[in-house]
């Protein structure tokens, strides 16, 4: 524009794409002050003044605080280039860092689309040769829509290969632990039963919290469902029903009715 155009506040806004409200702002604060007032006392900009305007949007859209670009525009003393380089190692650091949370937003995105974050092969040496790699997308597409899918996803994202396998041999050790105690005639509501269940609520909470509430519900699972109870009942036969019965036992003890137990 002309040198001696002047524009109103609401056009210079327009011009830079800044809203009133900025400009206004700068103002206030004394770093960007119109060089006239209109007789009516509404604020000019001359072309002067977009050209510092110009500069501070520059300067601002390179991270620089206000503070900052007021030095680099108004202090002599203020070295351009080393306040520029500053800068630009800060953004580097930034880059570096949204490069890794990009990197974990995918790894979290593929655990609540997969549920484990492995490959097959690193899934085998987890879980054993008896792992089915499918399980884990069966799993989604029955509880996927569920607060525990979320849960178990986020623990998930944040598992390597030696967690998973330690998660595990942990819950393998717990049912091999029932087992044992069953084949050792261990009663469903005696101390030893109660203790060993709460080993395996404690072992399969690592998958998502399980209350104990929920693991009563999780027990008419284990009897009721073909492969739950295929699987406990391939440990030692019979176990699944046991299994439940001494959950339901150490249910009472803690005052909660297996009979109308929640998944709460």
Avoid: C
Avoid at 15 to 39: C, F, N, Q, Y
Avoid at 159 to 167: Q, S
């Amino acid at each position: 524009m002309p040198d001696d155009t002047e524009l109103t506040v609401g056009a210079t806004a327009a011009v830079l794409g800044l809203t009133v409200r900025t400009l206004h702002h700068w103002d206030e604060i004394g770093i960007a002050r119109p060089t006239s007032r209109s007789a009516a006392g509404y604020r000019l900009y001359t072309e002067a003044d977009l050209e510092r305007l110009r500069r501070i949007v520059v300067y601002r859209e390179l991270g620089l605080g206000l503070d900052e670009v007021r030095a680099v525009l108004d202090d002599p003393a203020t070295d351009v280039v080393s306040a520029l380089r500053a800068q630009r190692a800060q953004l580097a650091e930034r880059v570096e860092r949204l490069t890794a949370l990009g990197g974990e937003l995918d790894t979290m995105i593929t655990a609540h689309e997969r549920g484990i974050v492995l490959s097959d092969e690193e899934q085998t040496a987890a879980f054993g040769p008896g792992w089915n790699p499918s399980w884990p997308a069966e799993a989604r597409e029955r509880w996927g829509d569920s607060a525990e899918w979320q849960q178990y996803a986020e623990r998930s994202a944040g598992r390597a290969p030696g967690d998973w396998k330690a998660v595990a041999d942990a819950s393998a050790a717990a049912e091999r632990a029932l087992a044992e105690a069953m084949a050792a005639g261990v009663e469903p509501g005696s101390p030893e039963a109660d203790e060993l269940v709460e080993r395996h609520r404690a072992a399969f909470s690592a998958y998502f919290p399980i209350s104990r509430s929920k693991h009563v519900v999780l027990g008419r699972l284990y009897e009721g469902d073909p492969a739950f109870a295929a699987h406990y009942d391939g440990l030692r036969p019979g176990l699944a029903a046991w299994l439940r019965r001494s959950i339901d036992a150490s249910a009472r003890s803690h005052g909660i009715d297996p009979e109308t137990a929640e998944w709460e």
